[in-house]
């Protein structure tokens, strides 16, 4: 009697298709039964098909560790892009530094340019930043005369030669001290007759600041106000009032002269 084979059970049917499909290239297994690589149930502890022990799934990380990596990520970045600015502003320094002008040494550059024989013209020295240099004359035109003016003499730290030619003048501060100039009046050309020079109001600038001179302080003998000169190719020297400035200045000093009747200041370096 020819014996019938047993059919097989379902279980026996799974047992040799997972053995088959462990066998095929390209199936991932990892997350199997490692024996007959059948896909665990959840909450599994062993292989329902052939009973092997299945080792404990790893745990998946929290969320928490995830999400704290977010902000060490974001702080990253806002120290990169500090450090950037902070590069940036760097180099915009070094290059502003670089382009910065020189330091001021107080003294104003002469701006003006004399005319042909080194005259300078009353309009060209009208601000301090464009005086003539010490010594240089500036035409002045005034009633149909034209007029030369310049600088003779300046005396710095004058207060003992003021006491000694008796000028009362008042002892003056450590920081501070008189200056005494002297102008020249030239009658170039113009009417024939005498000419007195025209009363001068005047002030120096130094450091930047305008100093007028000293209350109640009369110029020494010769006064350059009210000189007189004879008529055309005539000259005449005399003194201006003292003026108390900053000792520090005296040596960058600008006179602004001011004649009566003519309009317009006339601006000469003392220094």
């Known amino acids: 009697m020819r014996r019938v084979p047993r059919a097989a059970s379902k279980g026996e049917h799974e047992a040799t298709a997972c053995a088959k499909l462990k066998e095929m290239p390209g199936i991932d297994t990892s997350a199997r039964c490692p024996v007959c690589v059948t896909v665990p149930r959840p909450g599994d502890r062993a292989c329902r098909v052939c009973g092997t022990v299945l080792a404990a799934a790893p745990e998946p990380a929290p969320a928490a ?3 704290s990596m977010i902000p060490l ?3 990253g970045v806002a120290g990169m892009v500090a450090l950037a600015c902070l590069g940036g502003g760097l180099a915009a320094l070094v290059v502003a530094a670089g382009r910065a002008d020189p330091p001021a040494s107080g003294l104003l550059q002469p701006t003006s340019t004399p005319s042909p024989g080194g005259i300078f013209e009353a309009s060209e020295v009208r601000t301090p930043y464009s005086a003539a240099p010490l010594g240089a004359p500036v035409r002045v035109r005034a ?4 007029l030369l003016i310049s600088v003779v003499s300046v005396q710095h730290d004058a207060f003992a030669e003021l006491a000694r030619l008796g000028i009362p003048v008042a002892l003056p501060d450590p920081a501070f001290d008189y200056v005494l100039i002297k102008l020249r009046l030239q009658y170039v050309s113009g009417p024939p007759g005498a000419f007195m020079v025209p009363l001068t109001t005047h002030e ?5 600041q305008t100093w007028g001179r000293t209350a109640l302080a009369p110029a020494p003998a010769p006064a350059f106000s009210g000189g007189m000169l ?3 190719g005539s000259s005449y020297e005399g003194f201006l009032p003292p003026a108390l400035i900053p000792k520090a200045g005296q040596a ?8 009566q009747g003519i309009p317009g200041e006339i601006w000469l370096r003392l220094g």
Do not use: D, K
């Open 143 to 146: 009633q149909g005369r034209e």
């Open 252 to 259: 960058e000093a600008i006179l602004a002269l001011q004649f």
């Open 230 to 232: 004879p008529g055309p």
């Open 204 to 208: 120096v600038m130094a450091q930047g």
């Open 65 to 67: 560790s995830r999400r």
């Open 73 to 75: 990520v974001a702080l």
